[in-house]
T-cell receptor, first 111, second 112 residues
Framework: DAKTTQPPSMDCAEGRAANLPCNHSTISGNEYVYWYRQIHSQGPQYIIHGLKNNETNEMASLIITEDRKSSTLILPHATLRDTAVYYCIVSPIVQGGKLIFGQGTELSVKP | DAGITQSPRHKVTETGTPVTLRCHQTENHRYMYWYRQDPGHGLRLIHYSYGVKDTDKGEVSDGYSVSRSKTEDFLLTLESATSSQTSVYFC???????????FGPGTRLTVL
């Protein structure tokens, strides 16, 4: 499976956009980019995924570069409740596939 | 939120005792997973199931066994618990068209 690289930590001011980068330079053509987050002591939470087009849902936006070697998760108006570890994962397009979690980015949203 | 429960939520046991953790889902999803999470290691897949009585190993399966006799239940058993199995265990389910997995609240297991 392709590996991802994320900064270990980031800070963001409350109310501002949080932009979390992810590098996946060895991604294969059949692999999606997935984002999950884990708020302290809770189970991970699915956020969004995409193949090559930008995606948006009620939680976040996902911007994937044209060459698909990197992506950015955007939380448009971060709140204190968005403080969490964010994981970027690449995984083949297969139902029931396995996810490989890295260390993620610890996002701290500050007042 | 996906209907996933884990039991027990907390357990303290002694080395050498058997332990069974239960994951129960009400979503009728086909795929179920067991992960463990330890400081410095992130989440690691222990075992997974792709249907009733169909299971396979993940990356850290040694010392663990699983069973799935019904769609809704996935059991993780530590036949003889060791201190290295002290961890937080998460169950996840998946059943949609992609790889979206939905996680339970976790079980904190301490082996003394």
């Amino acid at each position: 499976d392709a590996k991802t690289t994320q900064p270990p930590s980031m800070d963001c001011a409350e109310g501002r956009a949080a932009n979390l980068p992810c590098n996946h330079s060895t991604i294969s053509g059949n692999e999606y980019v997935y984002w999950y987050r884990q708020i302290h002591s809770q189970g991970p939470q699915y956020i969004i995924h995409g193949l090559k087009n930008n995606e948006t849902n009620e939680m976040a936006s996902l911007i994937i570069t044209e060459d698909r070697k990197s992506s950015t998760l955007i939380l448009p108006h971060a709140t204190l409740r968005d403080t969490a570890v964010y994981y970027c994962i690449v995984s083949p397009i297969v139902q029931g596939g396995k996810l490989i979690f890295g260390q993620g980015t610890e996002l701290s949203v500050k007042p | 939120d996906a209907g996933i429960t884990q039991s027990p939520r907390h357990k303290v046991t002694e080395t050498g005792t058997p332990v069974t953790l239960r994951c129960h889902q009400t979503e009728n999803h086909r795929y179920m997973y067991w992960y463990r999470q330890d400081p410095g290691h992130g989440l690691r897949l222990i075992h997974y199931s792709y249907g009733v009585k169909d299971t396979d190993k993940g990356e850290v399966s040694d010392g663990y066994s699983v069973s799935r006799s019904k769609t809704e239940d996935f059991l993780l058993t530590l036949e003889s618990a060791t201190s290295s199995q002290t961890s937080v265990y998460f169950c996840a389910i998946s059943g949609g068209g992609g790889n979206e997995q939905f996680f339970g609240p976790g079980t904190r297991l301490t082996v003394l």
